[in-house]
């Protein structure tokens, strides 16, 4: 930019200080959505950890020229949208392809995901990964069922002791009494 403008260079900085403090960026064309459409898509955005603004092109290019991703060219060619995730961009991802699924006209072109560029496929798959909560319970679920399986077995080992000691009482018949010793101490001769 050759002696750009002030109002540029403003939101050239704005796109690259909303890029570096996001998680993540899944850019969008919007091209036949209405401004109410618009404003859902921002609304279910926003529900899910994001925010949704539109630039033009041309300064979101200088806003990831430093940043050497040449992949990203392609993806700002029309109107472009970009959501930013500041949470869980799995979530964000959902969102999207949920309002897509409803309004056809939205289509995700792809996306950042720390400095990874992600195609159209890559945002669409990671629409597809159980929430954060779910992938916990998993890993809680799978590092539990082990543990769980070997206190059974410890409980198990006294229990059966038991049962075939049992068995073998039973079996031999009862322990005849026994004569009670002597409380008193012998006396040694001497």
Known sequence: MDNPRPEKVAVVE???GRLSSSSAAILTEYRGLGVQDLATL???LRDAGGEYKVYKNTLVRFAVADRQLTELDAMLEGPTGIAFVHDDAV?????LRDFSRLHPALVVKGGLLA?????ASDAGALADIPPRPVLLSRLAGGLAAPLTQFAGLLQALPRSFAYGLKALIDKSGPVPDQPEPDNQPEQENQ
């Open 91 to 95: 979530t964000v991802a959902r969102a």
């Open 115 to 119: 400095d990874s560029v992600l195609t």
């Open 14 to 16: 704005e796109v690259r």
């Open 42 to 44: 921002r609304r279910s």
